[in-house]
T-cell receptor, first 112, second 114 residues
Framework: QKEVEQNSGPLSVPEGAIASLNCTYS??????FFWYRQYSGKSPELIMS????GDKEDGRFTAQLNKASQYVSLLIRDSQPSDSATYLC????????????FGKGTTLSVSS | DAGVIQSPRHEVTEMGQEVTLRCKPI?????LFWYRQTMMRGLELLIY????????DSGMPEDRFSAKMPNASFSTLKIQPSEPRDSAVYFC????????????FGQGTRLTVV
């Protein structure tokens, strides 16, 4: 089992719809979870972090964490064409002082 | 702060040549990471440093790869000899605390080995 798994997509949604991106992880002791957005040819940039079970909202973005199920998700409301990008889920390992491990990413396409 | 700075942005080299990628982390960040990104394998962790000391190099694919961090503001990733399968985008990132805080990425170096 890979440490961080994501559906590669592409996920296609119309403008204004809700996009739902999912991620599962294997290390039950992981404590920190991040969603990065990467535009084609650019570097990853952080859009959300979440550390506790439940939901965390920031504008049109909501991150959801369920540690019991080892599952993290990202909801994008009112999707815009500018949201078209690859979304990377990143998780830390349980051992302190370790690096983030990334999933392969889900490509989102928002059509106008 | 200017962010994480990598050079060069693009590198094209012939198989068998030595390649050196450079990185300047954000000032005050104690952790520096080298990642490699390909379509097939995604973003892979190669090695990371804490306070200039290599902590985990288990992601380095072969002995052809080596990384150094001689001081807090500079790191290199060297490939010698390079092979076509090394073609990828190499990212350097830095953070204040390892996996518990955000990692800030440089613009990456696109390496093509022909």
């Amino acid at each position: 089992q890979k440490e961080v798994e994501q559906n590669s997509g592409p996920l296609s949604v119309p403008e204004g719809a809700i996009a739902s991106l999912n991620c599962t992880y294997s290390d039950r002791g992981s404590q920190s979870f991040f969603w990065y957005r990467q535009y084609s040819g650019k570097s990853p940039e952080l859009i959300m972090s979440i550390y506790s079970n439940g939901d965390k909202e920031d504008g049109r973005f909501t991150a959801q964490l369920n540690k019991a199920s080892q599952y993290v998700s990202l909801l994008i409301r009112d999707s815009q064409p500018s949201d078209s990008a690859t979304y990377l889920c990143a998780v830390n390992r349980a051992k302190a002082g370790t690096a983030l491990i990334f999933g392969k990413g889900t490509t989102l396409s928002v059509s106008s | 702060d200017a962010g994480v700075i990598q050079s060069p942005r693009h590198e094209v080299t012939e198989m068998g040549q030595e390649v050196t990628l450079r990185c300047k982390p954000i000032s005050g960040h104690d952790y520096l990471f080298w990642y490699r990104q390909t379509m097939m394998r995604g973003l892979e962790l190669l090695i990371y440093f804490n306070n200039n000391v290599p902590i985990d190099d288990s992601g380095m694919p072969e002995d052809r790869f080596s990384a150094k961090m001689p001081n807090a503001s500079f790191s290199t990733l060297k490939i010698q000899p390079s092979e076509p399968r090394d073609s990828a985008v190499y990212f350097c990132a830095s953070s204040i605390l390892a996996g518990n805080t955000e990692a800030f990425f440089g613009q990456g170096t696109r390496l093509t080995v022909v």
